[in-house]
């Protein structure tokens, strides 16, 4: 995947708006989110130069900001997108409470191109996902063995190609994010694509091994 230039990339944020306006989610800017502009922008222009008729995954949805910009690059490619998440903000910093009807209400206008599958990530199997996947974002659990737990149920689904991107990588608080990116590319199986602030972004090119368990976990997940 080759990434634009300055000038294609102003009129592919241009056309980014085009778009949420286009599909209902021109709210989508102001919708709370721990994700970057950046970040979200980054997402979306993955989603939209997918194959046609391509299947992503995110695991962690919140309030659906980041849902909006996947959603919405997937339009572009008459793609679907499943998303996994309890809704419950567990590991949230503001703390537990049920966010179900803000996340269908921000998401709504998506309709039968995303379903919404209340589980832990690490329960996905394949009765939730409906084909290979050829993008996936990770944003539940920041501690290491629910990143780890999510990456493990997601990588059978992920087909050769496939792009998979972390949240809040490099971050001190979330080392746990870290670590299962650096057991990733320990395998060989996977190569970095780009980072964007703390999103990054690995392309998988080889049929996948066993992918190793680092040193101990720090504090802070």
Not at 116 to 140: C, E, M, Y
Request: aromatic residues 8%; charged residues 25%; proline residues 6%.
């Amino acid at each position: 995947m080759r990434w634009l230039d300055t000038g294609s990339r102003v009129l592919a944020r241009a056309r980014m708006k085009r778009t949420l306006r286009a599909v209902g989610a021109a709210h989508a800017p102001s919708i709370p989110t721990w994700t970057r502009p950046e970040e979200l922008t980054t997402l979306y222009e993955l989603a939209s130069r997918l194959p046609h008729g391509s299947l992503a995954v995110e695991i962690g949805s919140y309030l659906g900001a980041s849902t909006c910009y996947l959603a919405a690059g997937l339009s572009e490619v008459d793609g679907y997108l499943v998303c996994v998440d309890t809704w419950q903000n567990e590991s949230m910093p503001e703390g537990p409470r049920d966010t179900w009807a803000e996340f269908r209400a921000n998401t709504r206008s998506f309709g039968d191109r995303l379903s919404a599958i209340r589980k832990r990530g690490a329960d996905l199997d394949s009765a939730d996902v409906p084909g290979p996947v050829l993008l996936a974002f990770i944003d539940g659990d920041h501690a290491y063995e629910s990143v780890r737990a999510d990456a493990d149920a997601l990588l059978p689904f992920l087909a050769m190609d496939a792009v998979l991107c972390f949240h809040d990588f490099g971050i001190d608080d979330h080392v746990g994010v870290t670590r299962v990116v650096g057991e990733l590319l320990a395998t060989g199986d996977w190569v970095p694509l780009r980072t964007v602030r703390s999103l990054m972004c690995l392309r998988r090119t080889r049929s996948p091994g066993a992918m190793p368990r680092g040193g101990p976990p720090s504090e802070g997940g």
